[in-house]
């Protein structure tokens, strides 16, 4: 049978049967006459058809609005979380210190060596869940507004900037089928996400411009080694005056809030005041709209006006702040929604800084616009800004501005002023009437001017007093002559922008002795150089009403908005310190 035998059965299928016995096998061939091409088709469209597919499922979805709602509100009874985990941390603009924002009333800082920049960006985060991960994929799609998530900008000479920045969470309906594409979908932004976006754009251009061509500008275009980075430093200010708002709360009466002195050593806590008050440019009327809140008091008027003299009770100033804080707090929501990272204060009295002790967060999260720029009394360049104190005599500089040329100075070095604080009794022992070279006064003689020594003097001895800050640095650099600064602890005005090394010397207490020896091993090329820079700088110490680009009052917003940059403010009750 063998192969016969094959053949016959073959033959079967296609042949009628003649038996009854033939017939049910018969018909289980015909079954099989079926089933065979239908396995052929389904194979051939299994392998012919696509089998990619956009869908996953996602298992952690919140099981209803009430519950997300039940740990919203669970939230904002303790109010604003400050969320700033280890890796979330900003990098201080030019001193290279690394800063976290304040979670629960501490706050670290440690030195950031070229080495350990990377660690910066590093996540420390848990593994995203499985709803993360879709948000996470949807919002990298977001291209237009969020196509740069990392400027960095670390020279050691420049104007340092690093953000690390991540999109806002996408929001998704817990009522939705439990398969999510994966595919790109438009979320819903809120008036702070735009702000954000726009914040997020500057820093690209801030970053760009590092590498970019030096802008145009009909006023004035920075560019020397005054700057740490000129062409970053341009484009963030261009950038500010583009987008930059500021909301002041109206609340509070003269002459505590919204009032300032004008005409004295603390005159830039009025002059401030007045001219945002006034503004139209940056001040915003709609709060949803602003990237920082002013805090709109005046140390200087509680000290006269809420302060009891001599009495050493420094708490009615602190129940001030903490009273007008609280305030603010409850009729607007957005001190809780940050703790203050996105307001800010400015004051110029010797107690500014213990003002903001009132408060934990107004003295760790919020910007503190301080002429007192004291290191050693918790002021922090990070997120804090050193002002100039400027001794104001009328609203006009009439008078207070000029000199002659670097060549037809004859005085070495000059100063006069009142013994007080550790310094100045130290440079008045060792100098005053002890050579005709260095002049050095506790009073000036009869018949001598202040200004005219200035402008006749190649150096001015700019000496801290009972605080670091002192008038005669915006004095000296009115009158072409190059600041000599002795202090302790002490952070320069704007020096997140100016390089203070090229149109000044530092000279510590210990050198005192050597004063004129230093001064002396400064080559006369050298100094035409720092007199020159000098002459440039002093722009942007300059103060006018109304007030003009890139003179002080910019340049203190400028300074605000650099912090502002630093700081990602949330809708869910969060900032994360970029």
Not at 94 to 108: A, E, H, I, L, M
Not at 386 to 398: C, G, H, R, Y
Not at 424 to 449: A, S
Not at 499 to 518: A, N, Q, Y
């Amino acid at each position: 049978m063998g192969r016969d035998g094959n053949k016959s059965c073959f033959a079967c299928c296609f042949s009628t049967p003649t038996t009854p016995s033939s017939s049910s096998s018969s018909s289980a061939i015909k079954l099989l006459f079926f089933i065979v091409p239908l396995i052929l088709v389904s194979f051939i469209v299994f392998v012919l058809v696509p089998r990619n597919s956009t869908w996953a499922l996602i298992y952690s979805l919140p099981p209803s609005t009430s519950a997300v709602a039940a740990v919203a509100n669970s939230s904002e009874k303790f109010g604003a979380a400050v969320y700033a985990e280890s890796s979330q941390q900003v990098l201080d603009l030019p001193s290279r210190v690394v800063k976290t924002v304040d979670v629960g009333g501490s706050s670290g800082e440690a030195t950031l060596s070229d080495s350990d920049e990377v660690a910066v960006n590093r996540s420390a985060s848990t593994p995203l869940s499985a709803v993360e991960a879709v948000t996470k994929f949807q919002e990298l799609n977001e291209t237009e507004e969020y196509s740069s998530l990392n400027t960095s900008i670390t020279d050691s000479d420049s104007l340092n900037i690093t953000i690390n920045g991540t999109p806002n969470n996408a929001t998704t309906s817990p009522n939705e089928t439990i398969a999510l594409p994966l595919r790109h979908s438009r979320q819903v932004r809120t008036k702070l996400d735009k702000v954000e976006a726009g914040l997020q754009r500057a820093r690209s251009a801030i970053r760009e411009a590092k590498n970019g061509s030096q802008l145009q500008d009909p006023d004035y275009v920075p560019i020397g080694p005054m700057y740490w980075d000129a062409k970053a430093f341009h484009r963030s200010y261009l950038e500010m005056e583009k987008q930059f708002k500021v909301f002041v709360y109206k609340e509070g009466e003269p002459p505590v809030f919204h009032d300032g002195p004008c005409k004295s050593i603390y005159s830039m806590e009025g002059n401030f005041i007045y001219k945002l008050d006034v503004d139209t440019k940056f001040q915003t009327k709609d709060p949803q709209k602003a990237h920082v809140f002013y805090l709109p008091f005046s140390v200087a008027k509680m000290v006269r006006f809420v302060y009891s003299r001599d009495s050493r009770d420094f708490s009615p100033i602190r129940r001030t702040v903490v009273d007008y804080i609280n305030l603010v707090a409850q009729k607007y929501p957005y001190w809780n929604r940050s703790h203050g990272a996105d307001h800010f204060m400015l004051s110029c009295h010797d107690w500014g800084p213990e003002a903001s002790f009132s408060l934990p967060y107004l003295e760790k999260n919020s910007i503190r616009a301080l002429c007192n720029a004291n290191t050693s009394e918790r002021f922090n360049p990070v997120k804090d800004v050193s002002i100039p104190e400027i001794n104001l005599i009328t609203d006009k500089l009439t008078g207070l501005m000029g000199g002659p040329s670097a060549s037809r100075r004859q005085i070495l070095a000059f100063f006069a002023g009142g013994v007080h604080g550790p310094i100045r009794p130290v440079l008045l022992e060792h100098w005053e009437d002890k050579d005709e070279d260095i002049k050095v006064h506790k009073y000036l003689p009869r018949g001598v001017n202040y200004y005219d020594m200035m402008r006749n003097s190649k150096y001015c001895i700019c000496p801290s007093g009972y605080e670091v800050a002192s008038p005669r640095i915006v004095e000296a650099l009115y009158n072409g002559c190059v600041p000599v600064l002795i202090s302790k602890s002490y952070v320069a005005p704007f020096s997140d922008v100016l390089r203070w090394k090229s149109f000044s010397v530092t000279v510590s207490v210990d050198d005192i002795p050597k004063l004129k020896e230093i001064l002396m091993n400064i080559s006369t090329r050298q100094y035409i150089r720092m007199q020159r820079r000098v002459l440039q700088v002093r722009r942007h110490f300059e103060f006018n009403s109304p007030p003009k680009r890139y003179d002080v009052f910019h340049m203190i917003l400028h300074s605000v908005w650099l912090r502002r940059l630093n700081v990602r403010i949330t809708d869910d009750h969060g900032v994360v310190a970029n």
